[in-house]
């Protein structure tokens, strides 16, 4: 499906149905991209009353 988007007084086509992933996988072993200078992330398994999850 194609879409035309107005923008600035200019016409621009893009094609929906062939959308562009643009996401930054999180990689624990190596720097990972921050924005607004967070710290790095860190990842820990669910906790629910005590239980892993």
């Known amino acids: ?3 035309i988007i107005e923008y600035n007084s200019r ?4 094609d929906i149905s062939n959308p562009l992933d643009i996401s930054i996988p999180i990689d624990m072993s190596k720097k990972n991209v921050n924005a607004w200078y967070v710290e790095d992330p860190t990842i820990f398994p669910e906790e629910f009353e005590g ?3």
């Open 51 to 53: 239980e892993k999850n």
């Open 11 to 14: 016409k621009i086509e893009v």
């Open 1 to 3: 499906m194609k879409a």
